[in-house]
Every structure is written in C-alpha cells, then in structure tokens.
C-alpha cells in the first residue's frame, strides 16, 4: 500500500521575472512525496507557471490533496485520467520512477547523474528594460555562455533591436548563438516584418511569435520566415498522439520546445519526439520555472535523450529559496555532483 503527501511552496525570484503576461515575483510548487514499504520514497513536484499553465486554477490543490488520498488507485492510470493536469502528471512521473530505481533523485542513472559529463544550456535573459537587459547579457557572456535566449516582446521593438546590434557588433553568429522569445507578443500581421527586422542580426530561432491557437496564420509564417520559428505555447493543451501530429503536421515549424511540467511530462513529451522525427523537426527541451526536484528530473531525461542542441535548463538559478541539490552550472555546463546531498523540502522550508 502506497501513502502520499504534499507540501506547497512559494518561490522567490531574486530578480523580478518578466514575461509578456506580467511581471513574476513569486511562483507556486507543490512537493508530492510517495512512500512504500519495499520501495522506500519517491519525490516529484507539480509546478505551474501562472496565467499559462492549463492546471493553473484555485482547484489544483484541491485536485493534488484527492490525487494523495487515492494513490493506489491513480498509480495504475494517472497518465490517462491527469490529462488535464500536466505539472501533477508529471509529479506522479517522477515520484513513480524513483519508487522503481529505490532512489528518490536518480532517476535516469548515467554519466550526467555520476558527474562525469554535463549538459550545455542557453544562458536565459529575461524581459526589462534595455539597461537591465543589457547588464544581463553582459553578466551572462562573462560567465562564458556561448548561447543567449534574449525574451523579447514587453519593450520598445526599435530598443530590442539596438540591444542585438549591440551584442553583434562584439560577438559575431559564429561565435555567439542567439535565441529569442516573443511569448506570443507579435499580432499575425505584424509578425512577418518583425521576423524581417530581426533577421540582420542572425538570430538561431524565435520562439512563439504569435499568440498560441492561430494554427493558420502559424503555418503560413513558419513557411515564409527568414528564419526558424519554434512552438512552445502551441503546444500546451495538446494531449492525445493523433492531436499532437496534427498540429506539426499543419503548422510544420522548424523546432518545437519541450517543457515536461506544461506537456504532461516525459511520457508525453516523448510523444512530441517521435512526432517531430517524423516531419524532420528538431526540438530541444526547457524547464520551466520548476525548483531543483523538477529540473533535475527534466535535466537528466534530457541527457538520456541525446539531443545535440543546447538546452534550456538553467531556470533553477532564478530562486532565493530553491531546495539545495547537487545540480550547479560551470560556466554554461550543468553538472550534477553526486557527493552533495539533497535538501529535503518537507524537512525545510527554503527561505534565505
């Protein structure tokens, strides 16, 4: 017999968050911890994104506390019945696989999790003002990221472009990769022209340039772009296979983003690889402001999957009481020490 628990947690940004929907200072998650008498504990955590994730409403506790009470029950279909609620999908997931490896945070056992390889991330520079913006870059190509995912969209156009100008003219495309990241800010008709202006600076991809849901006006933009789009947002709702080949198939981007805690978690995610390998799309995969439980379990999934491009990982630095853990970026590396203990969140409740 399996007994449940769950703890929430309120994360602090050391830096306000600025996306397109608003400004972040604080982000819930909720800790799932799954005990067995032979198997001993798994940990998993549900984590949303206000205003975006699809779980993302007043009754998600109420949902984990009854999901907790009836853990014998979910264990057997949680990845059919929790469909509409991706991030305590993929809590389960997580928790599940730990159960199966008798270890709460070595899930995916490889030269990641011995500490003999990492993963290469982007650094990530969050929406402001182009003075803040700027410190950040700066702050980011000192530590030696050679890849910077710039979000775009909450300030003046003509600014954004003076601050790839900027960039460019010390670090050339050869030397520096750029990603950026309009969260849906440009309208279907202005969309185009901007991804013109934007293409002197050349630029790796864009993320999401128009809003989620405009599945036409995405396919027509991603057929005539001067350079490639990749769905994120496009994605989240979309859960059965056919659904999902579906939408590749009419909107055929360039790449698509994987953030497992949105997508409904690994299993699912997998789905959207298969997918994509079918149309000869590329992907990579993203956290998504998950604390260290989450990350870890996308980061060392992502490792096992061998994919070649940089990965959005680098998230878990964003928070004054993340729950302390072996992961720790070198550089624009994310390792994983295994000599560092974990911080268990029941135990503590992270605040600095």
């Not at 439980?293 to 630095?317: D, E, S």
Request: glycine residues 6%; contains cysteine.
């Amino acid at each position: 017999m399996l007994k449940a628990t769950y703890l929430k947690r309120s994360l602090k940004f050391k830096q306000a968050g600025g996306t397109s929907r608003g400004v972040l200072y604080t982000k819930p998650s909720w800790f799932i911890k799954i005990e067995d008498a032979d198997r001993g504990v798994g940990l998993g955590e549900c984590s949303i994104i206000p205003n975006l994730s699809i779980d993302d409403s007043p009754d998600l506790e109420k949902k984990i506390n009854e999901v907790c009470r009836n853990i014998n029950r979910y264990q057997y279909n949680y990845h059919d019945t929790l469909a509409k609620y991706p991030s305590l999908r993929f809590a389960l997931e997580m928790a599940f696989r730990g159960l199966e490896n008798n270890n709460p945070h070595v899930l995916y056992a490889s030269n990641f999790t011995r500490g003999e390889q990492a993963i290469v991330i982007n650094g990530l520079i969050w929406m402001g003002d182009a003075e803040a913006m700027l410190q950040g870059i700066e702050q980011k190509l000192k530590q030696g990221f050679s890849c910077l995912k710039l979000k775009i969209g909450a300030i003046d156009f003509d600014q954004e472009l003076q601050l790839l100008k900027h960039i460019r003219q010390r670090f050339s495309h050869h030397t520096l990769e750029l990603r950026v990241d309009a969260n849906g800010a440009f309208s279907p008709q202005e969309a185009l022209r901007k991804l013109e202006a934007l293409n002197a600076y050349h630029l790796h991809s864009i993320e999401q340039p128009i809003k989620a849901g405009q599945v036409d006006e995405m396919h027509q933009l991603c057929r005539k772009t001067p350079f490639p789009i990749a769905l994120d947002e496009e994605l989240i709702g979309h859960n059965s296979y056919e659904d999902k080949k579906a939408l590749i198939s009419s909107i055929c981007p360039q790449y698509i983003i994987l953030k497992p805690s949105l997508l409904g978690g690994w299993k699912a995610s997998e789905e959207w690889v298969a997918i994509a390998n079918e149309h000869n799309v590329e992907w990579w995969a993203t956290s998504a402001l998950e604390a260290n439980v989450g990350l870890n379990a996308i980061a060392q999934w992502t490792y096992q999957m061998n994919n070649p491009l940089k990965q959005g990982l680098g998230t878990g630095q964003v928070f004054s009481n993340n729950i302390a853990s072996p992961l720790y970026l070198k550089g624009e590396q994310l390792y994983y020490d295994f000599n560092t203990q974990w911080q268990d969140p029941f135990e503590d409740d992270g605040d600095e």
